[in-house]
């Protein structure tokens, strides 16, 4: 019985969905309990098993603070949970390699004649943090830039709006010498099978046993979108807690993580799986907490921005300009497939989304 073989069990795959009656609590520590069960069943390492049990502890103990008002406390039990399986955080560093990231915003009915402006589609500013509700990996006031690898991915983390509705921003690193580094939580087990199997993994087989509830309390899909406290926000907003607490003698500036909103968990077993992650990057004044200098804008500058209706205008134009171009672009994406719900495939090169990251990337050499 092969170690990696535990990752290709039904029951542990990634994103995490449970029954709304059973119990957020009651059904995450069950997961994590199956999980320990496939440790043992698959023979690891006893010290693994340890590491997993006292995290499982933990992790229980930080929701039973959390829930009696016990923020403080709960958050001590975050990183005592984060330090049973986390032995080494080096392990979670990553450099930034991307050059393209996206971002999208809905663009209200009363704006559509207008759309955005490139600082629009920037996060929320200081001076409105009041608009800044409780997401995924931040809590509300703390204004976060959330960046896609794709507009596709973009589009899904807004819960898939009608497509004329919706613009697109091109994100590039600013231009600084300074290395980037998040924290990468993206791997999901689908994939890392796939990758030990190549012998490209980043992580062996034990390490990635480690980190797995990390990324699986991180995973885990919201059941009710329309309330306003989400439990299961409570473990990956302590996760950026502890990045702004560590992230800069850490030389962390933020997280990477997998979409728990795509069609398929299989969709990161295909080779083009990182078309699918996203970055999350907390900002953070530098001399004035309501209207100080965004410390994301030295990271990351917006290139281009375009809303979708006005890209189908353009189309035409774009096609007769860049046709000589465009099917070189096209053989980049020619083994990059989109999920749909039923499991069928599509291929991305074929969609709107390729070509709105098409034209944003060479808007600015166009003359239509």
Request: charged share 25%; aromatic share 16%; hydrophobic share 35%.
């Amino acid at each position: 019985m092969n170690k990696e073989d535990i990752f290709k069990e039904e029951s542990i795959l990634l994103p995490f969905t449970y029954e709304a009656s059973k119990g957020f609590k009651e059904s995450t520590v069950h997961w994590l309990d199956n999980y320990k069960y496939l440790l043992e069943k698959y023979k690891y390492d006893q010290s693994i098993i340890d590491r997993v049990n006292g995290f499982i502890n933990n992790y229980a103990k930080m929701l039973d603070f959390y829930y009696q008002g016990k923020h403080n406390e709960a958050y001590s039990k975050f990183k005592d949970a984060f330090d049973e399986i986390i032995v080494n955080p080096d392990l979670l560093k990553k450099k930034v390699e991307e050059t393209d990231f996206y971002r999208a915003r809905i663009v209200p009915s009363d704006k559509m004649d207008t759309c955005f402006d490139n600082n629009e589609m920037w996060h929320i500013p200081f001076s409105k943090r009041g608009l800044v509700k409780s997401e995924r990996f931040s809590f509300p006031g703390l204004p976060c830039l959330y960046l896609g690898a794709s507009s596709y991915v973009c589009w899904v983390e807004l819960n898939r709006p009608p497509y004329d509705t919706v613009q697109i921003a091109y994100i590039v690193p600013e231009g600084t010498t300074r290395e980037l580094y998040f924290w990468d939580i993206s791997l999901l087990p689908s994939r890392f099978v796939e990758l030990i199997k190549n012998q490209k993994s980043p992580y062996s087989v034990y390490e990635y046993a480690s980190l797995y509830p990390l990324i699986a309390m991180c995973s885990v899909k919201v059941n009710n979108y329309l309330d306003y406290f989400k439990p299961e926000y409570i473990f990956p907003q302590f996760l950026m807690e502890y990045v702004l607490e560590v992230g800069e003698s850490k030389d962390i500036i933020g997280l990477k993580y997998a979409s728990v909103k795509m069609a398929s968990k299989y969709q990161y077993e295909r080779d083009d799986w990182e078309l699918y992650t996203c970055y999350v990057v907390p900002s953070i004044s530098t001399y004035d907490i309501e209207s100080g200098t965004d410390t994301c804008s030295d990271l990351f500058r917006i290139e281009n921005s375009i809303s979708a209706v006005e890209q189908e205008f353009l189309s035409y134009g774009i096609a007769r300009e860049t046709e000589g171009i465009i099917a070189d672009a096209r053989s980049l994406y020619e083994n990059n497939h989109i999920f749909t719900e039923s499991d069928m495939t599509v291929s991305y090169d074929s969609t709107r989304f390729f070509e709105i990251e098409f034209f944003l990337k060479i808007k600015n050499e166009m003359s239509i």
